[in-house]
């Protein structure tokens, strides 16, 4: 009978952990699992400084760690990859959110925009998840901004 009884009391803790990682942000994480806004924005303009306006920006982020297998040789691994776009808006304006767990990581940017009339646009860009502007800070959820300007070039 004891034996039943603890089983059915960690499933309920089981439970309850797995409940509480939610994928939205302004969901209450009453139990466990600290939530990150990945916000990036920047303004899209050709080369001649106008605005671009409707512009698609779509980010992708490589979330890599440094690892150390039982050999001692250190390898980078990815573990997760995060994706979102938007589009730019009258004044040359884009922002994507993308939400994930929180990292202590590298995080490889990957920033592609399309726009008709212009050659299509790849930035790559590697940072430390340390390094990016902490806008919010909290037990459970943090926004870590990254600027990222881009300029198009005419077909």
């Known amino acids: 009978m004891k034996a039943s009884k603890l089983f059915t009391a960690f499933l ?3 439970g309850f952990q797995a409940q509480s990682c939610t994928e939205v942000e ?4 009453e139990y ?3 939530y990150t806004t990945f916000k990036t924005n920047g303004t899209v303009q050709d080369e001649n400084g106008n605005k671009i ?3 698609e920006v779509n980010v992708n982020i490589n979330v890599i760690i440094e690892r150390q297998d039982s050999t001692g040789t250190t390898r980078n691994d990815t573990i997760d990859h995060l994706s979102n776009s938007s589009f730019s808006n009258k004044k040359g304006n884009y922002e994507v959110a993308i ?7 590298t995080l490889n940017y990957e920033v592609i925009t399309n ?3 212009y050659e299509p646009d ?6 430390q998840s340390k390094d990016l502007e902490h806008l919010k800070e909290g037990t459970w959820g943090t926004i870590l901004k990254n600027k990222i ?3 198009l070039k005419k077909k």
Do not use: F
């Open 12 to 14: 309920a803790i089981l």
């Open 26 to 29: 302004e969901a209450p994480d």
């Open 32 to 34: 466990g699992c600290p």
């Open 53 to 55: 306006e409707g512009a």
């Open 99 to 105: 939400g994930g767990n929180p990292y202590q990581a």
């Open 115 to 117: 726009k008709d009339g």
């Open 122 to 127: 790849t930035i790559r860009k590697e940072v």
């Open 149 to 151: 300007d881009i300029v």
